[in-house]
């Protein structure tokens, strides 16, 4: 369906769905919403333990509406995080989850590292996963 005439802002929604497709499968979730919070928290989480300039290399290489979920809310200004150790980047994607905690938050947040590395250049995702503390490298591998 065409709407824009724009070719990326057509393909929008459904590359969204792809990820959010692929987040399910890998998690093995029926929850769509559920994939959409872990996606969000986490892509929030690394946007904030990363400085400006890497946290907009990684988002220039995000598609359209994954790039305004990674940017929503974002304050440049209190970019890198701290602390920003493996506790605080977990604490941060379980605190949404007060509701239906998450069973497994490493599982969880790998997932979505794995989704990244699937669809970000190889380049950038090594950057991005060496801006990390030694930690939270190991939840990228």
Sequence with gaps: ???????????APLVFAEWLNQLCDDLGWPDKSRAYLL?????????DFLSVD????????LPVLVRGVFYDGWDPSKTPAKPRGKKDL???????????PLEDPERAA???FDLLRRHVSKGEFDQVRKAMRK???ELWD
């Design 1 to 11: 369906m065409v709407t824009t005439g724009n070719k990326t802002l057509d393909h």
């Design 110 to 112: 790998t997932a979505v």
């Design 39 to 47: 996606l969000h928290e986490t892509l929030h989480a690394v946007r």
């Design 54 to 61: 890497e946290a907009a290399d990684l988002a220039a290489q």
């Design 90 to 100: 977990l604490a941060r994607i379980e605190a949404r989850f007060d509701k239906e």
């Design 135 to 137: 930690p939270i490298q």
